[in-house]
């Protein structure tokens, strides 16, 4: 069972993620997209998998999103998606893909749908909270 995450190094989010997926007993495929870069087919799979499109997967805080002029509701996604090949941040992550799915995990929550939660029991994220399921909070 492989599991890959597009990870980077410097989000919580991301590292949450990457540390949940360890804790589960899975070694996962680590892709630095912010070294790497990303190609048109790998994003239009990624995003078709996931349920994205190039704008719910664009990533405005902390880019250059609105810089470059991408968070106005006029621009489409052709036009987010090239930006996104030319300036790698602007991709929204982590994602990670495994035989379960593909998701965007922000919430880091999202990635207990594509590992096996059951090691978890007593994992905690950096900021010490468990990551659980948001129904399982409730009860």
Same mark, same amino acid.
């Given at each position: 069972?492989?599991?890959?995450?597009?990870?980077?190094?410097?989000?919580?989010?991301?590292?949450?993620?990457?540390?949940?997926?360890?804790?589960?007993? $899975?070694?996962?495929?680590?892709?630095?997209?912010?070294?790497?870069?990303?190609?048109?087919?790998?994003?239009?799979?990624?995003?078709?998998? $996931?349920?994205?499109?190039?704008?719910? $997967?664009? *990533?405005?805080?902390?880019?250059?999103?609105?810089?470059?002029?991408?968070?106005?509701?006029?621009?489409?996604?052709?036009?987010?998606?090239?930006?996104?090949?030319?300036?790698?941040?602007?991709?929204? *992550?982590?994602?990670?893909?495994?035989?379960?799915?593909?998701?965007?995990?922000?919430?880091?929550?999202?990635?207990?749908?594509?590992?096996?939660?059951?090691?978890?029991?007593?994992?905690?994220?950096?900021?010490?909270?468990?990551?659980?399921?948001?129904?399982?909070?409730?009860?």
């Amino acid at each position: 069972m492989t599991i890959v995450i597009h990870h980077n190094p410097d989000c919580g989010t991301s590292r949450n993620v990457l540390a949940a997926i360890r804790a589960s007993g $899975a070694e996962p495929v680590v892709i630095e997209y912010l070294k790497t870069g990303w190609t048109r087919p790998q994003l239009l799979a990624l995003f078709a998998a $996931a349920d994205l499109t190039p704008r719910t $997967a664009l *990533r405005t805080s902390k880019s250059p999103a609105e810089d470059l002029g991408l968070t106005d509701p006029d621009v489409d996604d052709e036009t987010i998606l090239t930006a996104m090949l030319e300036h790698p941040v602007l991709v929204n *992550r982590p994602i990670v893909a495994s035989p379960k799915g593909v998701r965007l995990c922000r919430p880091s929550e999202a990635v207990l749908d594509l590992i096996d939660e059951s090691a978890l029991a007593d994992f905690r994220k950096e900021d010490g909270t468990p990551l659980a399921h948001p129904v399982a909070r409730e009860a």
